[in-house]
């Protein structure tokens, strides 16, 4: 796992992407705070740049990196959660101005799966993650569903887990900073 993760952080400083296990679905991950890196994951996938992107990070202390304020609330959520879940927030901060949404929220999840965490560990920073389709095909559940042009398309391919098969993707709660909680996908 050692190669791998300093293979990753490599290619991400370079403002390549990876294409990596997480602890939902098979990601493509950039650097989450260089737009040039963003804009490659939006061309890949063939989607609207105006359509928001997950990011992951290693803990609490690195969440605060990136959002202004942080509610109390998501501290519990990410706590108590027994399955993968991504809060939106309000105040997006310090990443790509191409990865934050109009309305300056932004998406992450601190995963629970120890390839992830030592990798943003690492990396020392936000990890862009969204599915590894094309938009609007559906999205694999292992990596030998993974499509030839995503493949092709990223400048690293994680050799880990690669014969795990993935439940779904993350819940997602939008969480704005005045305590309204919405789901967005269960």
């Given amino acids: ?9 490599r290619v991400l400083k370079e403002g390549g992407l990876i294409l990596y296990p997480t602890d ?3 990601g493509i991950g950039c650097d989450a705070t260089n737009p040039d890196a963003v804009k490659k994951i939006y061309e890949l996938k063939e989607r609207e740049d105006s359509k928001a992107l997950i990011c992951l990070v290693a803990d609490d202390r690195m969440l605060t990196k990136y ?3 942080v509610p109390n609330v998501a501290f519990n959520i990410i706590e ?3 399955s993968p879940t ?3 927030y309000d105040g997006a901060q310090n990443l790509a101005p191409n990865l934050i949404a109009e309305d300056g929220t932004i998406a992450i999840r601190v995963p629970d799966d120890d390839f992830c965490f030592q990798l943003l560990r690492r990396f020392n920073g936000a990890i862009v993650s969204t599915s590894a389709n094309i938009s609007g095909q559906p999205t694999p559940k292992s990596f030998k569903e ?5 493949l092709k398309g990223v400048d690293y391919v994680v050799n880990l887990h690669q014969e795990k098969t993935c439940a779904k993707p993350s819940s997602i709660i939008k969480l704005k900073n005045n305590g309204e909680v919405k789901i967005i996908r269960q």
Avoid: R
Avoid at 1 to 9: G, S, T
């Fill in 1 to 9: 796992m050692h190669k791998e993760i300093n293979n990753a952080v």
């Fill in 24 to 26: 939902t679905v098979w």
């Fill in 67 to 69: 959002v202004k304020t």
């Fill in 80 to 82: 108590v959660s027994e």
């Fill in 86 to 88: 991504t809060i939106i």
């Fill in 146 to 150: 993974i499509a030839s042009p995503i």
